[in-house]
């Protein structure tokens, strides 16, 4: 069977959506406001694995963008995969074949870490079009379209990602995927998407997340 066509940044959302819910295990978050799909053992766990080792080999402070005075909003540790290696593009095209997102509208993954007490305070993953850092983040590919995320393992107690807007709160699993458009239908970002990494209250995390574009990433 060959792979179909990619779709794009993902606008309009609809053949991102049709292609996600076509296929098996997926589940649809009830929601008018976002659309956030949950898919569990994504990845398999041996592939988490060495996804885990390679972010511990590089990682280090994450960093915000739209600096709020707040130092703690972001406590976690950041860690870019390699996208020429080869457990780093076999993600890739697991990816591209559940969504359709077009790779070249990709950002590399990134992976995140967090440690007892570390956490990620409520955000958006688009960046605000009035705020200072947008043409420095935003001017060559775009803002973002689509989110990716996977947890790569379960840490004892916390580290759940919440979605005030719709109540609802994801337990890391590992290889478990969410995925959801940061945009409304009318292409504008859509603030119904925040969420939070919630603390690590036993135990340590790691989660992958892959960002998409308006326009091709470079
Ligand atoms: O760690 C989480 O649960 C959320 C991570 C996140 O939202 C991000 O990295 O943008
Ligand atoms: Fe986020």
Same mark, same amino acid.
């Given at each position: 069977?060959?792979?179909?066509?990619?779709?794009?940044?993902?606008?309009? #959302?609809?053949?991102?959506? +049709?292609?996600?819910?076509? +296929?098996?295990?997926? +589940?649809?978050?009830?929601?008018?406001?976002?659309?956030? /799909?949950?898919?569990?053992?994504?990845?398999?766990?041996?592939?988490?694995?060495?996804l885990?080792?390679q972010i511990?080999?590089v990682?280090?402070?994450?960093?915000? #963008?739209?600096?709020?005075?707040?130092?703690?909003?972001?406590?976690?540790?950041t860690g870019d995969l390699n996208r020429d290696d080869?457990a780093v593009a076999?993600v890739e095209?697991?990816i591209a074949?559940?969504?359709?997102?077009?790779p070249a509208h990709g950002e590399p993954i990134q992976g995140q870490?967090?440690?007892?007490? !570390?956490? /990620? @305070?409520?955000?958006?993953?688009?960046?605000?079009?009035?705020?200072?850092?947008?043409?420095?983040?935003?001017? $060559?590919a775009?803002?973002r379209?689509?989110?990716v995320?996977?947890?790569?393992?379960?840490?004892?107690?916390?580290?759940?990602?919440?979605?005030?807007? $719709?109540?609802?709160?994801? !337990?890391?699993?590992?290889? @478990?995927?969410?995925?959801?458009?940061?945009?409304?239908?009318?292409?504008?970002?859509?603030?119904?998407?925040?969420?939070?990494?919630?603390? $690590?209250? #036993?135990?340590?995390?790691?989660?992958i997340t892959k960002w998409f574009r308006?326009?091709p990433w470079r």
């Open positions: 069977m060959t792979a179909p066509a990619p779709l794009g940044s993902g606008h309009p #959302s609809e053949p991102i959506v +049709q292609r996600i819910l076509a +296929q098996p295990g997926v +589940q649809r978050v009830p929601s008018p406001k976002l659309t956030l /799909f949950i898919k569990r053992a994504f990845l398999p766990a041996d592939l988490c694995e060495t885990i080792a511990d080999a990682r280090r402070p994450s960093t915000v #963008s739209d600096f709020n005075g707040d130092a703690a909003y972001r406590t976690s540790e080869p076999e095209a697991r074949a559940f969504t359709g997102l077009d870490r967090y440690a007892v007490g !570390q956490e /990620f @305070k409520g955000h958006t993953d688009y960046f605000e079009p009035t705020g200072i850092d947008y043409h420095r983040f935003c001017g $060559v775009g803002n379209t689509w989110t995320m996977i947890y790569l393992n379960e840490p004892e107690a916390g580290g759940a990602t919440r979605f005030k807007t $719709v109540d609802k709160i994801v !337990q890391p699993e590992t290889g @478990k995927l969410l995925a959801w458009n940061n945009r409304r239908p009318d292409g504008t970002p859509n603030p119904a998407t925040i969420h939070q990494g919630m603390k $690590v209250r #036993s135990g340590v995390k790691y989660v308006e326009h």
